[in-house]
Nanobody, 126 residues
């Protein structure tokens, strides 16, 4: 853990937006990794939010489809998550994750990732 560095969290009102970033070390090119964002609401289990594979294909949890967008900037070696139309239920610690295997199963499953960041807090007030 700790090889990925998330930033961009904060406190916003419902309907607001945030952009999360996940910077990877230079020796770990994210273009070679499956990448994903997870979140853990207070008192709940960690859940998958969005994932992006090596070919750029994306997947989203139903709860965030149409509101969140995942993408990566290979030149900056950084993964992003744009959060729009935020709701109080989006309040959580958000984590970035990476996996170097050539193929994985369900891209929003915790068990598929072995590299994690420390998280960034997102708080949405009503």
């Amino acid at each position: 853990q700790g090889q990925l560095a998330e930033s961009g969290g904060g406190s916003v009102q419902a309907g607001g937006s945030l952009r999360l970033s996940c910077a990877a070390p230079k020796y770990a090119l994210i273009s070679h990794y499956f990448m994903a964002w997870f979140r853990q609401p207070p008192g709940k289990e960690r859940e998958g939010v969005a994932g992006i594979d090596i070919d750029g294909r994306t997947s989203y949890a139903d709860s965030v489809k149409g509101r969140f967008t995942i993408w990566r900037d290979n030149a900056k070696n950084t993964l992003y998550l744009q959060l729009n139309s935020l709701k109080p239920e989006d309040t959580a610690m958000y984590y970035c994750a990476a996996e170097s295997r050539l193929s994985i199963g369900y891209p929003l499953s915790l068990r598929e990732y072995n590299i994690w960041g420390q998280g960034t807090q997102v708080t949405v007030s009503s």
